[in-house]
C-alpha cells in the first residue's frame, strides 16, 4: 500500500498542470478509498482525484468518492488528500 501512496504522491506532483485529472489504477482506488477511510470519512469508493499543486503541507489532491455499486459520485463531499514530504497523508474535508 505506501508504494500506491508514494505513486499518487508522485502523480500529484509531477504536473504543473493545474486541476488535472488522475488515472487511478485499482491500486490506487484500494488506497486512497482505505486512507480517507482510516480518517474516519464516509467513502465507499474512490472516484475521481485532481491534482490541485503544492500546498505548505506538501502536494494536494482533490478526491470524490461515491457509491461502489452506482455511476456517479457525492457531488457535496470532497477530500483535500495531501502527501506530506515525510511521506505522511492528511486528509480532510475539501473547504
Same mark, same amino acid.
Given at each position: 500500500?505506501?508504494k500506491?501512496?508514494?505513486?499518487?504522491?508522485? %502523480?500529484?506532483a509531477? $504536473?504543473?498542470? /493545474?486541476?488535472?485529472? +488522475? !488515472?487511478m489504477?485499482?491500486?490506487?482506488?484500494? #488506497?486512497?478509498? %482505505?486512507?480517507?477511510? $482510516?480518517?474516519? /470519512?464516509?467513502?465507499? +469508493? !474512490?472516484?475521481?482525484?485532481?491534482?490541485?499543486? #503544492?500546498?505548505?503541507?506538501?502536494?494536494?489532491?482533490?478526491?470524490?468518492?461515491?457509491?461502489?455499486?452506482?455511476?456517479?459520485?457525492?457531488?457535496?463531499?470532497?477530500?483535500?488528500?495531501?502527501?506530506?514530504?515525510?511521506?505522511?497523508?492528511?486528509?480532510?474535508?475539501?473547504?
Open positions: 500500500m505506501k500506491t501512496i508514494l505513486a499518487l504522491a508522485f %502523480a500529484a509531477s $504536473s504543473s498542470a /493545474f486541476a488535472e485529472e +488522475i !488515472a489504477d485499482r491500486s490506487m482506488i484500494v #488506497a486512497i478509498t %482505505a486512507k480517507i477511510q $482510516s480518517k474516519g /470519512f464516509n467513502c465507499p +469508493i !474512490a472516484k475521481l482525484a485532481l491534482k490541485k499543486g #503544492a500546498s505548505a503541507k506538501g502536494d494536494v489532491i482533490q478526491v470524490w468518492c461515491g457509491p461502489e455499486d452506482a455511476e456517479g459520485v457525492f457531488e457535496k463531499f470532497q477530500y483535500r488528500v495531501t502527501f506530506r514530504p515525510d511521506d505522511g497523508v492528511d486528509v480532510a474535508e475539501w473547504q
